[in-house]
């Protein structure tokens, strides 16, 4: 059975990063659809879905189903998938991951308002008010309890689970706007950082040219750049021609690589098969291992 889901823009969306990571995390296969927030194709996508109106908004079949909250996109999953992993193994992890998950859907309100996720910005001199000081706060003691009940360094125990989805935009929130941060915090933001799907949103967002100025606030900021990831490997766009490249056909789509898509990474040409494709490559190469393969054939 197939899966289409559509997102936001990667970068702002919050929600979509949710839904996106449900199925990433979890090897579960999904057809894309970017859909611009704020933008006439939004409008018509929710006229087409309703009564969906907000993204992620997820497809079942050819139009079989339809589930368009990120907790019940959860649980859809854990249905229809149940080796998956989307939750711990054992009650008391289990029950406290879908409490921590809840707690994220219903509440938190002054963090996802002003705050919103950015991952373009980390401001210097953001001062929370009191509600966003409280729900940061609130946050903060529940990673730390669930950190230190199922040993980390997610928040159901060894594995990235649902849960680790619904709070992941959390931690970006985090980094973007400076919150002062305890030290179980500081490693659950590192750990969300370093996952391997979290690193290919990341850089899915690196690489969309759009900027939505509503999000920005009046404050000094610097890049992601210096964010908690891990560091790049050496990547750019390159000039030049496709007989250049290591490769004929794009790693990801394995459609024949394009004159304007290619780059050099790790000090080889590599090609794709379009701009998109190149840019999130070169924003962080090895969270993708169709890429990796290709650069590390194997002996
Ligand atoms: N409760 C929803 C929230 C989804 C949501 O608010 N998505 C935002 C984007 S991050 C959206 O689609 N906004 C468009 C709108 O509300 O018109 C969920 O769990 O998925």
Known sequence: MSYTLYLGDPAYSSWSMRGWLLFD???IPVRTVWVPMYSDAFTAMQERHA???TVP???IGDGEARVWESLAIAETLTERHPEAGHWPEGTPARAAARSLAGEMHASFRALRDRPSMNLRRRYTGFAPTEAEA???ARVQALWAWALTQFGGPYLGGAD?????AMYAPVATRFVTYGF???????DYVAAVYAHPSFRRWHAMADA???VLDRYDLDLPSAGPTGAPRPAPLAAERYTGSVADAANAACPYSGKPVREDSLARIDGRVVGFCNPGCRDKSVADAAAWPALMALLTPEA
């Open 57 to 59: 908004n997820l497809e």
């Open 160 to 164: 990235f689970g649902a849960v680790d």
């Open 134 to 136: 409280a729900d940061a």
């Open 208 to 210: 969309d040219p759009r």
């Open 51 to 53: 009564p969906a109106r």
């Open 180 to 186: 002062p941060l305890d030290a179980a915090a500081q």
């Open 25 to 27: 995390a979890f090897d």
